[in-house]
C-alpha cells in the first residue's frame, strides 16, 4: 500500500469529491476526523482510523455503518489520488465485509441464546465478495447453510425455524438503512430455487442439491466460493462436499456454450447498455467486466478440475494463473486485465457519486461529464475515449471463444454421401450408413438432446480427420465402439468440437491402435491428458512420478479415492505413451522405458498407501518393512501397453516379531496380510477402472508357497533349494519398494546367489530342456509372435541367462546393458545388440497395432516400420528375418556347448 503523501494530490482528489461526488461530500462533513487525517497523513493512518471509527458505541449496528462511512470515504480519497491500487481498494472493502458479518453473526446469536457457542450456522460468499474484489457500493451474494444437530437454539425453536430467524437478524443489521445508514445490501437470491426455499438451508439439504439438481451457471458461481463467516468448520464441509460439482475430474469444453448462452441472456436483458457509448453498461455490456469474468471462468471451469492451481476465486489472479498455464496467449491476459482494471475503477467512480449500485455510463451529457471530471478527465468524451479500445478488445477475444463453429453435416443421404467422399471415404456408403445409425439415437450417449448437439457440432471435423486417415472406415467403426461404450458422451464430443488437433489424433489412435481405442472407448477421460503438450514428452523419473500419482487435490482423501486417483493419472501416463508411439514422437525403446518408470512409481504410491491403511488396524512390525521385488520387464525397466508386473513380497527383520497395532500379528501373518492387499490395490477394477495385472509366481515354491517371506527365508531358498530358472528370474530382479536400506539388503542376497559356482552341464541340460518344454507348451501365435517364435526375444532371453549364470558375469536387470557386457566379454556378437533393438520396437509397437500376434493390417504398416527405423514394410520384415536367425543361431550355439 502506498504511504507517500503528496498534499496537493490527495487535495485535488478531495477537492473533485466535493465537486463531483455528493455522496463523498456529505461523507467529508459527517467524517471530520477522517477528511482532516486525509488531508495532513498519509493514507494508511487515515485507513487505521476509518477501521477504528465507531469502536466507542455498544451497539454494533451503529457500529458497524459508522466504519463502512469512514472506510468509503477513506478509500474512494485514496483512489482517486491515485495512492490505492484497485486490488487494495477491492480487498479492503472485501475484508469490512467478513468482519462485518462475523460480528453481526455473533451479535445475532448472543442476542438469541446468550450462553450458547456461536455453531452450526455459516455464511457462504458468492460473486466479488467471494473473490474479495468488492466494488465501491456491492451488494453482498451470500447463502446461508446449518447444522440442525448443533445450531444453539430457543426453547421449543424447530431448527429450520431458528436458523431462518438468524438471517432475517443478521440482513437486518447489515442492511435496514437508518440515521447512520447501512452496511450492506445483502442478496440472498444465488442459493438453491431461491423462489422456494428458506434462507438458511440445512448443509446437508443443500449438498444434495447441487450434487443432484444444480444449474450450469452454478457452477461458475462457486468458483469464487468463501467460508466468511460463522462455523468455518461447518462452511468448509460444505464446500468440500461440492467441489465435484463444481471441478469436474475431466476436461468440460461444455463450459464455452453453457456461460456463452448466459451472455446471450445477459446482453438481451440488459440491450439498452450493450451498445458503446453514452448509457453504456460498463459490468452487463458486450466487452464489459462481467465478460472479462466469465472470459476467466469459461477457462478455469474447463481445465480447473484437473489442475488445482487454477481454482484461484479472484480474476485477475485467475488470468495470470491461465497466462502462466499455457492456457490462454499472453497478449489476451495482459488486455483483458488492463482492460478489467479500467473499467472496474470507471465503475468506482459511478458508485462514488451518490453510493448507488449503478454500472451505466449516463446517458445525460452533465452527468457523464460530471463523472469524467471525478476521474480525472476534462469532459465526458474523454472518458468515451478511454473506454473505448479495451472494451472492443475485450468484446473481440471474448466473442473468439465461440468462433470456429463449423455447419453441420447433411441430413440428406446424398449430399451426406458426397460430402463423405469429399473428406477422403473410400466407401461413402458405408460411412453413411454408420452416421445415420448414430443419428438414430439407439447408443444411450446420443439419447439426450445436448448429446445430440454436441455430438452434431463436433461431427464435421470427425468427419474431416477420419477421411484424412489411412483406413477412414477402420476409424470409424472402431469410433462406433467408443460412442457405444461411453457412460456419457456430451463432455466428450465438446472437447473434440474444441479441439480439431485431438480429433485427428483420435482417428490416427483408432485407425492404426486397438489396445489404445478399447482403452478410451471405457475412459473417454484419457483424452484430457493430451490437452497439454507435456503428455507428448518422455515420461519422467520414478521419483517425479511417485509425487505426481500421489499428489491429492482434496484434503482427507479416504483408501479408496486414492486406488481411484492413482488410476486415473498413472492410465492417463500409459495412454499417452501409447499416442506418443502412434504418432511417431517417440522411440518404442524409450516408450517401454516410461511404461516400466510409470508402473514402478504407480507400485511405489499404492504400496505405500496401503501399508498406510494396513498400519491403521494391524501397526508396524518393529524393525520389519514390506520390500517388493520386480521381476520380468518391470525388473528390466522395459514394459509393453500389456504387460503384466512380476512381484516378489519380501520383508526384512525376524519372522517371530509381532506388530504393536489395536489388532497384532505376528510378522508371517502380518506380511501376508498385507501382501494381497497391495496385489489387489494394484490389479482389482474400480469405478476409475484396472491397472495392472499381477503375476507373482516366481515366488519360492511359486503357488505353493507363501506369498511374503522373510529376507533370511528368501535367501536360504534361492541358494539351497531354488530351481535354474528360478535364478534365470533372478537376473532381472530389481527392488521396486521399500526403503534405500531394504533395497540394498535384497540386492545383495541376489547378488549373492547369481554369483554361486554352477555345474555347466547341468545348468545347459536345465535351461535346454527349459525351452523345449516352454515350446512345447506355449507355441507362437504367428510369424509375428516376437517373444515366443525361433529366434524371438524369449530364445534371445535364455541365451543371456545361460551366458549370465555359467560365467558369473554381466549381471544387470537390462537386457540391452548385459548384452553389451556379453558383448566386452565376447561372449555374444555385437550385431546381437541391434537384433535385440529391431525384436523390442517390434513388440512394443504390435503390442498396440497387433495384439494379437497377427500381421498388422497394410494400412497401419508403415506406421510398424517407421517405428521400427525402417523406410518401408519389406525392409522391416527382412530386417526381422535376420534379426531372428541370428538370435536363433545363438541360442543353438549356447545351448550347445554343454561340456564346454
Not at 521381476?631 to 508386473?645: C, F, N, Q, V, Y
Not at 469405478?687 to 499381477?694: D, N, P, S
Request: with cysteine; glycine share 8%; charged share 25%.
Amino acid at each position: 500500500m502506498a504511504d507517500t503523501h503528496s498534499d496537493k494530490i490527495v487535495n485535488n482528489a478531495i477537492e473533485r469529491a466535493r465537486k463531483h461526488a455528493p455522496f463523498l461530500r456529505l461523507m467529508l462533513a459527517v467524517q471530520p476526523r477522517i477528511a482532516e487525517c486525509l488531508a495532513a497523513g498519509p493514507i494508511s493512518q487515515a485507513l487505521d482510523l476509518a477501521r477504528k471509527a465507531g469502536s466507542n458505541v455498544p451497539d454494533v449496528g451503529t457500529v458497524l455503518r459508522r466504519e463502512r462511512g469512514a472506510l468509503a470515504l477513506t478509500l474512494a480519497i485514496g483512489d482517486l489520488a491515485g495512492l490505492l491500487t484497485l486490488e487494495q481498494v477491492t480487498h479492503e472493502l472485501s475484508d469490512f465485509a467478513d468482519r462485518a458479518l462475523e460480528r453481526a453473526l455473533a451479535a445475532t446469536i448472543a442476542a438469541r441464546t446468550p450462553d450458547a457457542e456461536p455453531r452450526g450456522y455459516a455464511v457462504i460468499a458468492l460473486g466479488k465478495h467471494g473473490s474479495q474484489e468488492l466494488n465501491y457500493s456491492s451488494d453482498i451474494d451470500l447463502i446461508f447453510v446449518f447444522d440442525p444437530s448443533t445450531l444453539p437454539l430457543k426453547p421449543r425453536e424447530e431448527p429450520g425455524q431458528g436458523a431462518v430467524r438468524i438471517g432475517q437478524r443478521l440482513v437486518e443489521l447489515l442492511q435496514k438503512r437508518d440515521a447512520e445508514g447501512y452496511v450492506f445490501r445483502v442478496d440472498l437470491r444465488l442459493r438453491p430455487s431461491p423462489e422456494v426455499t428458506p434462507i438458511a438451508l440445512p448443509v446437508d439439504a443443500a449438498i444434495s442439491y447441487y450434487e443432484t439438481h444444480a444449474l450450469p451457471w452454478e457452477r461458475a458461481a462457486f468458483i469464487r466460493a468463501r467460508v466468511v463467516a460463522g462455523d468455518k468448520r461447518l462452511g468448509q464441509y460444505f464446500l468440500d462436499a461440492i467441489h465435484p460439482f463444481v471441478w469436474r475430474r475431466s476436461l468440460d469444453f461444455g463450459a464455452i456454450s453453457e456461460i456463452q448462452s448466459i451472455t446471450r441472456r445477459i446482453r438481451d436483458h440488459y440491450a439498452q447498455g450493450q451498445s458503446f457509448g453514452p448509457g453504456y453498461d460498463v459490468k452487463r455490456g458486450r466487452g464489459g467486466i462481467r465478460e472479462v469474468e466469465f472470459f476467466a471462468q469459461i477457462h478455469q471451469l474447463i481445465h480447473g478440475g484437473r489442475d488445482p492451481g487454477l481454482r484461484t476465486p479472484s480474476t485477475l489472479d485467475a488470468l495470470g494463473a491461465l497466462r502462466t498455464a499455457g492456457l490462454i496467449a499472453p497478449g489476451d491476459a495482459e488486455a483483458m486485465a488492463t482492460a478489467y482494471r479500467l473499467l472496474r475503477t470507471v465503475e468506482h467512480r459511478l458508485q462514488m457519486v451518490d453510493d448507488r449500485q449503478t454500472h451505466s455510463l449516463p446517458v445525460d451529457a452533465g452527468a457523464l461529464d460530471n463523472v469524467a471530471c471525478l476521474h480525472g478527465l476534462d469532459r465526458g468524451t474523454s472518458l468515451l475515449t478511454l473506454l473505448a479500445a479495451p472494451v472492443a478488445e475485450v468484446a473481440s477475444i471474448y466473442d473468439a471463444l465461440a468462433d470456429g463453429q463449423e455447419e453441420g453435416l447433411p441430413a440428406d443421404p446424398n449430399d451426406l454421401e458426397t460430402s463423405l467422399k469429399a473428406a477422403g471415404f473410400e466407401d461413402p456408403a458405408a460411412g453413411r450408413l454408420r452416421i445415420e445409425s448414430w443419428r438414430s439415437g439407439k447408443a444411450r450417449t446420443l439419447r439426450t438432446a445436448a448429446a445430440r448437439e454436441a455430438f452434431e457440432a463436433m461431427l464435421p471435423a470427425l468427419v474431416e480427420s477420419f477421411g484424412a486417415s489411412p483406413d477412414s472406415m477402420r476409424a470409424m467403426n472402431r469410433f462406433d465402439d467408443v460412442v457405444t461404450k461411453l457412460p456419457s458422451g456430451v463432455n466428450f464430443y465438446r472437447l473434440l468440437q474444441a479441439q480439431p488437433e485431438l480429433t485427428q489424433l483420435v482417428a490416427t489412435v483408432l485407425s492404426h491402435a486397438p489396445a489404445l481405442a478399447e482403452q478410451l472407448g471405457r475412459r473417454p477421460g484419457l483424452l484430457d491428458g493430451l490437452i497439454d503438450a507435456s503428455a507428448f514428452e518422455p515420461a519422467p523419473t520414478v521419483e517425479e512420478l511417485t509425487l505426481e500419482f500421489g499428489r491429492s487435490d482434496r484434503a482427507g482423501e479416504d483408501y479408496q479415492l486414492v486406488l481411484d486417483r492413482v488410476r486415473r493419472r498413472v492410465n492417463e501416463r500409459r495412454f499417452a505413451l501409447g499416442v506418443q508411439l502412434v504418432m511417431g514422437y517417440t522411440d518404442p525403446l524409450e516408450v517401454a522405458a516410461g511404461y516400466a518408470r510409470v508402473a514402478e512409481a504407480a507400485v511405489n504410491v499404492l504400496a505405500g498407501a496401503t501399508v498406510e491403511e494396513f498400519e491403521k488396524t494391524h501397526g508396524r512390525v518393529p524393525g520389519s518393512e514390506l520390500v517388493i521385488l520386480g521381476l520380468g520387464r518391470l525388473g528390466g525397466e522395459a514394459l509393453t501397453h500389456a504387460s503384466d508386473l512380476d512381484l516378489i513380497y519380501l520383508f526384512t527383520g525376524t519372522h517371530e516379531a509381532q506388530s504393536d497395532g489395536p489388532k497384532p500379528l505376528r510378522a508371517t501373518d502380518y506380511f501376508n496380510r498385507l501382501a494381497p492387499r497391495v496385489t489387489a490395490a494394484l490389479s482389482v477394477p474400480t469405478a476409475a477402472g484396472k491397472l495392472y495385472e499381477v503375476d507373482t509366481r516366481l515366488r519360492p515354491s511359486g503357488t505353493d508357497g507363501l506369498l511374503a517371506i522373510s529376507l533370511p527365508s528368501f535367501a536360504a531358498y534361492q541358494q539351497e533349494r531354488a530351481w535354474t530358472w528360478e535364478h534365470m528370474a533372478l537376473t532381472r530382479a530389481r527392488p521396486v519398494y521399500g526403503s534405500q536400506e531394504a533395497r540394498a539388503a535384497v540386492r545383495a542376497v541376489v547378488e549373492a546367489t547369481l554369483l554361486m559356482p554352477r555345474d555347466a552341464a547341468k545348468l545347459l541340460a536345465d535351461t535346454s530342456a527349459m525351452r523345449m518344454e516352454m515350446a512345447l507348451h506355449k507355441p507362437a501365435n504367428g510369424p509375428f509372435d516376437i517373444k515366443l517364435g525361433d529366434g524371438g526375444l524369449v530364445d534371445l532371453e535364455f541365451a543371456v541367462h545361460t551366458l549370465q549364470l555359467r560365467y558369473r558375469v554381466a549381471f544387470h536387470p537390462q537386457l540391452e546393458r548385459a548384452l553389451e557386457a556379453l558383448v566386452a566379454e565376447e561372449l555374444v556378437p555385437s550385431t546381437i545388440i541391434d537384433a535385440h533393438r529391431l525384436l523390442s520396437r517390434m513388440l512394443v509397437t504390435l503390442r498396440l497395432v497387433s495384439p494379437t500376434s497377427t500381421e498388422p493390417p497394410p494400412s497401419s504398416r508403415p506406421l510398424v516400420a517407421r517405428a521400427c527405423g525402417m523406410e518401408d514394410w519389406d525392409s522391416l520384415l527382412a530386417a526381422h528375418d535376420g534379426a531372428r536367425h541370428s538370435i536363433l543361431e545363438l541360442w543353438r550355439d549356447v545351448a550347445a556347448h554343454h561340456g564346454d
